[in-house]
């Protein structure tokens, strides 16, 4: 039996939790998923309605709303001797809690799983994805990050489970919430966009940066990073794409001004199409673009932006 | 205050990484090795927080073989105060990193304890959370802003949707992410003065503990190579190859 960590905001499900339900699917029927939070019932709702879960759990205390680690892993641990497997999406929240639910039971955690061989082997990633490890597990409870865009999304339909409220308060109070600043975007998500576009260095400041929007304004798409841009300040530090940000896997990914770093291919090298846009023709970017354009990126956006105007 | 800042000696982020032709793992002789960078972050941070008056004592250690000594060295050149050597032969699983490094913590007993979020090797993103378990304390991950205060510490998270900020209570257990600080250079004075510094050499079989292996790893496989495309010589082509890919 699966139990998937609901991911949430208090009011909506995360696209995320619903790639993590496909994995727990290949790993036997009877999945249950915890939604624990505060006042969320609308959310323990919508995970009635994905298709392949039998269960929800369902949470609701003050101490769950932010999604403290400690708080959160010591309900989980309460709940985890009834199953073979825990599951959480490999992002800040999973990566946050499932070691601290894994030390608890005294098992080890694998993390960024990729792919699942059987209930107990494994791959995942090593070295920025320079190398893939198969492994096998030998604890009675495995505990998981699954790499979301590795998955497909399970979908969703007409109330499938039984929604079965539990009152449990692990109001630790070892952590406290402060506050929250989100970069607040019109664009989609840039973990399940389906186009993706990334400035690096060569933007050189935040106001070139912007050059970027009517691009992906044209191409509904998300915009990303390199590290170098987000560490000079030019876009906050959610845009970040690779082995230390975030891993996307969309139809197309344009690269502009990235030199290619593996640190920053481990993150987007899952992408159907891959453009580079680059003024060095040597740049190591493009060794994986299926389409390269040798220029300078001030020259080729506007130009670019134009023509796809045209086209879309 | 005292920290504990554990630092892992990693196969340098700038190397490139070959798969072993056995698919027992990757190729490690004559490969550059340094200290995983996020761990030298974390050092950087205790350092200046000592400057800042706030932590007295920084307690480097490291848990693996005696070239791990380097690393160590190098946290003693960036301003680390002792050094402490777990020596092992075998690589350890993170809940058993978090174990060993357990027993330090209660030997030493800091009021902080500061790792890298991850060890780019592995690239886990585990040690940190589980060590803050194993202890019962709480746990600031990913961390980009570290305020200590009297009895709690103010921290800045980076995560998906931007940035969080908690306040943790001492003691604690920090994970440094990469925009905490830019770690200084150590300079060749403190070299040689790190060399004098103390490092002690504790062999894993001193600490009594019983450790079990989790994890069986079956292989370790290169991935598949992405063939390079083509270079296409406008912006009209390439609108045109996106179109044929139905991409847009
Ligand atoms: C532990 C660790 C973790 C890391 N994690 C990440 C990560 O998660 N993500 C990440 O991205 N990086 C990461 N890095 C950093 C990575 O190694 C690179 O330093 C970084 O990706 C480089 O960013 P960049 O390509 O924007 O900059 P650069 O390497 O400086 O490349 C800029 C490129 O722009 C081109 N250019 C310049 N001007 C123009 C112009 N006018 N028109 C067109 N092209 C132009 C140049 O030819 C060059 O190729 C990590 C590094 C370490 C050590
Ligand atoms: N062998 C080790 N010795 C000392 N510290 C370690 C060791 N392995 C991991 N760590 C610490 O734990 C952090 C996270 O590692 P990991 O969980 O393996 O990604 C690292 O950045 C180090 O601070």
Request: charged share 25%; with cysteine.
């Amino acid at each position: 039996m699966q139990l998937v960590i609901a991911e949430h905001d208090n009011k909506t499900l995360k696209p995320a939790t619903l790639h993590i339900v496909s994995a727990a699917r290949e790993l036997g029927n009877d999945i249950h998923i915890l939604v624990a939070g505060s006042e969320c019932h609308a959310v323990a709702e919508q995970a009635a309605k994905i298709q392949g879960i039998s269960k929800v759990i369902y949470v609701d205390a003050p101490a769950y709303k932010h999604a403290l680690a400690e708080n959160l892993a010591a309900l989980i641990h309460s709940f985890a001797a009834s199953y073979t497997h825990l599951l959480a999406p490999a992002n800040t929240f999973g990566k946050n809690i499932m070691p601290r639910v894994a030390a608890l039971l005294d098992v080890a955690q694998l993390s960024d799983v990729l792919e699942i061989i059987s209930v107990d082997t494994f791959v995942r990633p090593l070295y920025a994805g320079n190398a893939l490890a198969t492994i096998q597990s030998t604890d009675s409870i495995k505990v998981i990050t699954v790499r979301s865009t590795a998955f497909k999304i399970a979908e969703t339909g007409e109330k499938v489970a039984a929604i079965e409220k539990i009152d449990k308060n692990f109001d630790l109070q070892l952590s406290e919430f402060v506050a929250q600043e989100f970069s607040v975007s019109k664009r989609p998500d840039l973990t399940v966009a389906r186009r993706v576009i990334s400035g690096g260095r060569a933007l050189q400041s935040a106001e070139n940066f912007k050059l970027l929007e009517p691009l992906a304004d044209c191409l509904g798409a998300a915009i990303g990073a390199s590290r170098a841009a987000v560490d000079a300040g030019y876009v906050p530090n959610d845009y970040q794409v690779g082995q230390t940000g975030k891993i996307v896997a969309p139809e197309l990914y344009i690269a502009i001004g990235i030199s290619g770093a593996i640190q920053h291919i481990a993150g987007m090298k899952a992408s159907k199409v891959i453009v580079a846009i680059n003024k060095d023709p040597d740049a190591p970017i493009f060794k994986i673009a299926n389409y390269g354009l040798v220029g300078d990126l001030f020259k080729i956006i506007p130009e670019l932006t134009e023509e796809l105007k045209k086209v879309i | 205050m005292k920290a504990l800042v554990a630092v892992k000696q990693v196969i340098d982020a700038y190397a490139k990484i070959r798969v072993k032709s056995d698919h027992s793992g990757v190729e490690t002789d004559n490969i550059k090795m340094a200290i995983n960078p996020f761990d030298e972050i974390a050092i950087e941070e205790a350092v200046r927080q000592k400057e800042k008056g706030i932590i007295q004592e920084i307690i480097a250690v490291s848990i693996g073989k005696a070239g791990s000594q380097d690393v160590l060295r190098t946290a003693l050149a960036l301003g680390a105060d002792r050094a402490i050597l777990v020596e092992a032969e075998q690589r350890f699983e993170p809940i058993n990193i978090a174990k060993i490094l357990k027993v330090i913590v209660e030997r030493e007993e800091p009021k902080i304890v500061l790792l890298g979020k991850q060890s780019i090797d592995g690239d886990n993103n585990q040690t940190g959370q589980m060590l803050a378990a194993l202890l019962g304390w709480s746990q600031g991950t990913f961390v980009s802003a570290l305020e200590i205060l009297s009895d709690k510490a103010k921290v800045t998270r980076e995560i998906d949707g931007g940035l969080e900020t908690l306040f943790v209570k001492l003691p604690t257990v920090i994970t440094t992410d990469l925009r905490l600080n830019q770690p200084r250079y150590a300079t060749l004075p403190n070299i040689m003065k790190a060399k004098q510094k103390s490092l002690s050499v504790v062999p894993l079989t001193e600490l009594a503990l019983s450790l079990q292996q989790h994890i069986k790893i079956e292989k370790v496989t290169p991935p598949s190579e992405r063939q390079a495309g083509m270079t296409v010589n406008s912006v009209a082509e390439l609108v045109q190859k996106l179109k044929e890919e139905g991409v847009i």
